[in-house]
């Protein structure tokens, strides 16, 4: 069954997702030492703002590149590098300003990816990240973050792994977050699919698709996933060295397409519900904040592996 580029989740209190859990299951190629090469972009249309202040659109990108050691089926470790960016177009927001409260957020990060297996089913999986979300000429040192997922997972049966795990991320402003994880990969029979994989772009974690196989080549999935992004402001703007935050609930449908190992290439479209901006000082005290009305959001990913 081909497995999708994996790039929004389902994210609730009780089931949060894990990075990389399908990638790090999957066997490594003949030779010990793999590369990969990945990236995505995302459209999303005009939202209007609560009340009629005004609205706004986004536009991402993200790419990748990382490499990979397996010694075996079972145990590896990999690094990961990658960035991107998020322009936001804001229009006629005076809760906000005349200008918007922030123009384009810069993202990057570094990962480090472990899999060691243990007993005759057993798999950890650990991935320490550092990242920097901020906008354009902030100061790097104040959108610096740091964070662990880590998960145990047993394989019930050829068909079905699972396991529960841990996330810690630090935040921009002080203190951190703690979220429980639950790990799947699960092969339901020979169409369907229910399994977490990576996120896109700048949103944390991972994702939860369920998919469906229509051929050796192409499935179609439905990803779900709750988002936020948090940066720093730069001292230009309105609210210097102020934080932003927006946050999210997309749902989207999705073609993709696997013509082997090596290529997977997914294109998707969906709607983004449930949003809201938040603007702070550099003081962490609230500002503004707004909900935003349902958005349309569009676009695709690639990976390819050598």
Do not use: C, H
């Amino acid at each position: 069954m081909s497995r999708p580029l994996n790039y929004l989740a389902l994210a609730t209190a009780l089931l949060l997702p894990f990075a990389g859990t399908l990638e790090a299951q999957q066997p490594p190629q003949q030779d010990p030492v793999s590369f990969n090469f990945d990236g995505g972009f995302a459209l999303q249309s005009n939202a209007d703002l609560d009340e009629g202040d005004g609205g706004f659109s986004v536009n991402r990108w993200f790419l990748g590149l990382g490499v990979t050691y397996a010694w075996d089926r079972r145990n590896s470790i990999g690094l990961s590098v990658g960035g991107g960016s998020s322009s936001y177009d804001f229009d006629d927001t005076p809760a906000f300003g005349p200008d918007g409260p922030w123009k384009k957020i810069e993202d990057s990060r570094i990962s480090i990816v472990g899999r060691m297996g243990f007993g005759e089913t057993g798999q950890i999986f650990i991935i320490p990240s550092f990242r920097y979300n901020g906008e354009d000429d902030s100061k790097t040192s104040d959108g610096r973050t740091w964070g662990v997922l880590a998960a145990a997972t047993w394989r019930i049966n050829p068909d079905l792994s699972i396991g529960p795990g841990v996330g810690v991320f630090s935040r921009l402003e002080d203190g951190t977050r703690v979220f429980p994880i639950l790990a799947i990969d699960w092969k339901i029979n020979e169409k369907w699919y229910l399994g977490t994989g990576r996120g896109l772009a700048a949103s944390q974690g991972p994702g939860l698709t369920l998919s469906y196989s229509i051929n050796d080549q192409w499935s179609l999935g439905l990803s779900g996933r709750y988002e936020k992004n948090e940066f720093r402001l730069n001292e230009k703007g309105a609210t210097p060295g102020g934080l932003g935050q927006d946050k999210s609930f997309p749902l989207v449908l999705s073609a993709n397409w696997e013509p082997n190992r090596k290529v997977r290439l997914n294109l998707f479209a969906g709607i983004e519900m449930g949003g809201k901006l938040k603007l702070k000082d550099q003081f962490d005290i609230l500002l503004e904040e707004s909900k935003y009305d349902p958005a349309v959001i569009f676009g695709g990913t690639f990976a390819f592996r050598f």
